[in-house]
T-cell receptor, first 114, second 113 residues
Framework: GESVGLHLPTLSVQEGDNSIINCAYS??????FIWYKQESGKGPQFIID?????DKRQGQRVTVLLNKTVKHLSLQIAATQPGDSAVYFC?????????????FGEGTQLTVNP | SAVISQKPSRDICQRGTSLTIQCQVD?????MFWYRQQPGQSLTLIAT?????????ESGFVIDKFPISRPNLTFSTLTVSNMSPEDSSIYLC??????????FGSGTRLTVV
């Protein structure tokens, strides 16, 4: 069936560097994408979202890029900090026809080294 | 965004027993979902909790194993029935207040021994 997947299961960066986390999706009908951060022992926390009619969206220190041609999503974190260490998930939504459900990718463990 | 209170936060249960997890939201929401997150893995949707009707289950999940109640627009329960060690997971409640806001509870960490 359709799936959302990530290219890299782990990512290790130095504090202050920029981080890029990638996600591939296979359902061209998906029209809404979300990035979540999950710290140990906690539920997923919303970071940023993007709709399929956009190719870039910026937040505080984070940018999400959407390339619909190759069905690729990325999360960029600027000036990565130790507090950014967590597992990051992308999720896709195929709209009301799918019951507005989210399908999650596999997750990337980001480790920030001081 | 909505604030979700999920209880219990963790439990250790004997195999063959059942556990009911509660999800309370601080505002009325139309969409409420239950997810399972097995150790070291991603989130898998169990079912959509529908107010006033039966839950809609995803492939691989059945009502007899995971009965769900949704008595009103602010509350839902998920029961994990006849538990086995394979049911050890984190169970998460999520609500969608609008197409831009899917919020998660902090989860229930279940260990079955």
């Amino acid at each position: 069936g359709e799936s959302v997947g990530l290219h890299l299961p782990t990512l290790s960066v130095q504090e202050g560097d920029n981080s890029i986390i990638n996600c591939a999706y296979s359902n061209s009908a998906s029209d809404y994408f979300i990035w979540y951060k999950q710290e140990s022992g906690k539920g997923p926390q919303f970071i940023i979202d993007i709709r399929s009619n956009m190719d870039k969206r910026q937040g505080q220190r984070v940018t999400v890029l959407l390339n619909k041609t190759v069905k690729h999503l990325s999360l960029q974190i600027a000036a990565t900090q130790p507090g950014d260490s967590a597992v990051y998930f992308c999720a896709e939504n195929m709209g009301e026809t799918s019951g507005s459900r989210l399908t999650f990718g596999e997750g990337t463990q980001l480790t920030v080294n001081p | 965004s909505a604030v979700i209170s999920q209880k219990p936060s963790r439990d250790i249960c004997q195999r063959g027993t059942s556990l009911t997890i509660q999800c309370q939201v601080d505002s009325q929401v139309t969409m409420m979902f239950w997810y399972r997150q097995q150790p070291g893995q991603s989130l898998t949707l169990i079912a959509t909790a529908n107010q006033g009707s039966e839950a809609t289950y995803e492939s691989g999940f059945v009502i007899d194993k995971f009965p769900i109640s949704r008595p009103n627009l602010t509350f839902s329960t998920l029961t994990v029935s006849n538990m086995s060690p394979e049911d050890s997971s984190i169970y998460l409640c999520s609500v969608g207040t609008d197409p831009s806001g899917y919020t998660f509870g902090s989860g229930t960490r279940l260990t079955v021994v």
